[in-house]
């Protein structure tokens, strides 16, 4: 590790306000990859016949070239701001994007897919790329990767790497909430043991393949996302209860089964990643971090829409300013609560840098 990356982690420890400039400096991991749903999503979703596309204006309005990515978001995600904290002077390309290919594998790959979930049935209801087939697409990627860097770079590369996990609120959400056959044969904590099951499962897979470091996002918390709060939420003020109360019976699961994932392998590090506090602070009290709007998004009303092209460059009410937002569209958080949530992680994600 260099010096550069030494800045980062005693100015996080002390709790200061920092920037750092990297200059002819190694990023502190070798590469990024990711997988998982629309949160971690930078494109892949463009290749594929699902409706849960995000390659449209104003998706991507604020990002550095003022197009749409893929990103569903108005700029960056939580994993770029991490990545640009990490040192990476590029993103690790969609795995299904023409960028992923060559010397662009080096920094990684992103396999994630909107819709997608723990559970494969989710990502066939909404035809996304499901965590089987991202995992089959890793494999493929590493016998590229081993191509282009040779052998034993590769090994290094995927020794080292930062591995990025994020799913389950389309379980839930486009799923589970509203698939009466699943609400019928679950409860939701039923369900929930279900969902970590299938991730105890990937994680061995992944430790199987190579990873040491891996970090997971919790659920958010799923009653105060605007499309919730309109479908469940009946009109009520505040978030929605039940649905938060069910993010939380899963996060204390998801904790439990790492906790157990880590005594069991050796050399793994892996660490769960709290987004649900972070944003849930920032529902209750977006004054505090700056914000003006927490219940609605920027994009279109707001309300419910996502994907269904009512977010676009003539809807009525689109935002100007998506810094005083909490939420982009009705689901997905805005760059400015990313850089919020994207603090938390790199924070809470000390021992996979160090």
């Given amino acids: 590790m260099k010096f550069e990356g030494l800045v980062v982690i005693v100015s996080l ?79 690790p390309p969609a795995y299904l994007s023409p960028q992923a290919s060559g010397q662009n594998l080096l920094i990684g790959a992103n396999f994630a897919s909107a819709a997608s979930g723990y559970d494969d049935k989710t990502a066939l209801l909404s035809h996304a ?23 034993s770079k590769a090994k290094s590369i995927i020794k080292d790497a930062l591995y990025i996990v994020g799913f389950g609120s389309s379980d839930f959400v486009q799923n589970y909430y509203v698939n009466p056959f699943y609400y019928k044969l679950y409860t939701p904590d039923e369900y929930s043991s279900y969902l970590v099951g299938i991730f105890s499962s990937f994680i061995q897979d992944l430790y199987g393949l190579g990873a040491r470091k891996i970090g997971v996002t919790s659920l958010p918390p799923l009653g105060c996302i605007p499309a919730t709060i309109t479908l469940f939420g009946f009109h009520e003020d505040g978030c929605v209860s039940r649905l938060n109360s069910d993010a939380q019976g899963f996060n204390k699961k998801l904790n439990a089964a790492a906790t157990k994932l880590s005594k069991q392998f050796s050399g793994l590090t892996l660490v769960v990643f709290d987004i649900y506090k972070p944003l849930y602070d920032l529902v209750q009290s977006p004054s505090k971090s700056g914000f003006a709007e927490a219940r609605k998004g920027c994009c279109g009303t707001g309300t419910i829409e996502t994907t269904s092209l009512l977010c676009n460059p003539k809807s009525i009410g689109t935002c100007s300013n998506a810094t005083q937002y909490v939420f982009w569209d009705s689901v997905h958080p805005s760059e400015a609560a990313n850089q919020v949530l994207a603090d938390a992680l790199i924070t809470q994600g000390i021992a996979l840098i160090s």
């Fill in 129 to 151: 790329i499901s965590l089987s087939q991202q995992l089959e697409y890793y494999k493929e990627y590493q016998g590229k990767l081993t191509k282009v860097a040779g052998s």
């Fill in 13 to 91: 420890i002390f709790g200061s306000t920092f920037v750092v400039i990297f200059t002819n400096a190694q990023s502190l991991v070798p590469a990024i990859i990711t997988f998982g749903d629309s949160t971690v999503d930078v494109g892949n979703n463009d290749y594929v016949a699902t409706l849960f596309k995000a390659d449209y204006p104003p998706y991507g309005r604020d990002f550095a070239n003022h197009k749409p990515t893929g990103r569903f978001c108005n700029g960056k995600l939580a994993t770029d701001i991490t990545a640009d904290t990490l040192g990476f002077t590029s993103y």
